[in-house]
């Protein structure tokens, strides 16, 4: 895994990414952390996100995508369901999910730069020493960079 620090939304738009990936949870929300960040600079990744079924755990492990451009740089943002809801105590993040859509990008996006940020760590409350590993397998082979969030 490769890291920088920076803004990953800002390094997309400046052409470092062809794809991002961001968790999300399965209820439509979109209203926190990096997810609120792309939902407001980004509404066709939240309009990817209404298309899905509200409330469903059949979306765990699976993602939906938008193409979007900014500043003459077009990449496609993928909305990785890695966790069910937000609500409550706990951890959120489910590290199957997050195993499932990980190999599911990798697939998809075999030949694309991606980028991320702690996805499932922070407000998900998931380890990320476990979900990086989980990342750096399902990725594996692949140009794939960690941003760590530094404004």
């Known amino acids: 895994m490769h890291t920088v620090r920076g803004d990953l939304l800002a390094l997309a738009c400046e052409g470092e990414f062809d794809v991002i990936v961001h968790g999300c949870n399965c209820q439509c929300q979109m209203g926190k952390g990096i997810a609120l960040a792309i939902k407001r600079q980004f509404p066709a990744a939240y309009a ?60 998809q996006f075999r030949d694309c730069r991606i980028g991320y940020p702690k996805i499932g760590a922070g407000l998900a409350g998931g380890d990320w020493s476990v979900i990086s590993a989980i990342i750096d397998s399902e990725l594996d082979g692949l140009n794939h960079t960690y941003v760590e969030f530094s404004p």
């Open 48 to 107: 990817a996100d209404l298309e899905t079924e509200k409330g469903s755990r059949e979306k765990l492990g699976s993602f939906s995508a938008a193409k979007v451009e900014q500043d003459g740089h077009s990449f496609i943002i993928v909305n990785a369901y890695t966790q069910f809801h937000w609500r409550g105590a706990g951890m959120k993040a489910d590290y199957d999910a997050i195993r499932h859509v990980m190999r599911a990008i990798a697939l």
